[in-house]
Each structure stands twice: as structure tokens, then as C-alpha cells.
């Protein structure tokens, strides 16, 4: 059965790189929640259920060999293996970059009227100290969104180690 045992390690691998390029892929286009979480796993699962990958053909031959063995890790598959906590991702709200970016006009406009009597200059410090601050923001926002992305990913495929274990233990005990 060690045999086994490498060949599953080989196979979770596999599985969990290909589960993370699929969160990776919908992630671009939407939000990633809970259910469409589950929703990716249970395509990424479907690769054990067929004997044509290496997933279902490692999964056939301890079927064949041990036929107990191997309904226990399909049933482990097909039931228990599902995130059950949700990992939001992080970026700054709109209503907060949109009033900081405001706030910062306004403070430029202040300073404009202590040091300019110009109305021309207020124009355009408002203008141009409201779109910085709010182009700022927006990229803060997006590298914050970029790097909390990656950690989510990180933190969903972390909940399959149980699952993982006690798949190991299932292979190994005789």
C-alpha cells in the first residue's frame, strides 16, 4: 500500500494545483463565495470518479485491490470533502475612497483660498487633489485585492488537509 500512498500524494497534488488554477480562472470574473467555492471543487472532484485520469485510475486500482478501501475513499470523496468556511477577500469600499478623495479636495481648496486668491486655483486644486487621491486609492485597492485573492485561494485549498489525512489514513490502514 505505500505504493499507493505515493501515488495519492501525486494524485492531491494534482488535484489540488488543478482546484486552484479553476478558483484562480473564476475569480477573475467574479467574486469567490462559499458555494461557488463548492461549486469549483466538485468539478475539480470529477477527475477521481473517471478511470481515464490519473486520479480515477489510482482510485480503480485500490478499488480492485481492496474493494472496501476504495468505497471509503470514493464515499470520502463524494460526501465529506466540501469547504465549510467561507474566506472573504479584502478591498477598500467605494463610499470610502470616493469620501477621502473628497476630503482631500476640500483640504485643497482650503489651501488655495489661505494662499491664493485666485478662484482659477481652487478649480483646479480641487480637481486635481480629488482625482489623485481617488487614482491612489484605487490602486492601493487593487494590490490589496490582488494579494488578499491569493491568500483566500491559499486559505480554501489549507481546509482540504483533513480530508487529505484521513484519505492517507484510509490507504494505510490495513
Known sequence: M?????RFETCWARFENNLRGKMMDKTKAQEMTLSLANLVMGEAL????TSYSLEGKMLSDITKEDPKKGDMILDTLKKEVRFTKEVKSAHI????????????????????????PSR?????????????TYVI????????ELSSKKTQLQE???????????????????
Open 2 to 6: 505505500s505504493n499507493y500512498l505515493e
Open 46 to 49: 470529477s477527475e477521481w470518479y
Open 93 to 116: 469600499p467605494y463610499l470610502f475612497k470616493l469620501i477621502v478623495a473628497l476630503l482631500v479636495g476640500g483640504i485643497s481648496i482650503m489651501l488655495c483660498v489661505l494662499f491664493s
Open 120 to 132: 482659477m486655483h481652487e478649480v483646479v486644486s480641487f480637481a486635481l487633489g480629488t482625482m489623485l
Open 137 to 144: 486609492i484605487n490602486e492601493i485597492d487593487k494590490n490589496l
Open 156 to 174: 480554501y485549498i489549507k481546509q482540504l488537509e483533513p480530508y487529505k489525512n484521513k484519505i492517507n489514513n484510509i490507504i494505510k490502514n490495513k
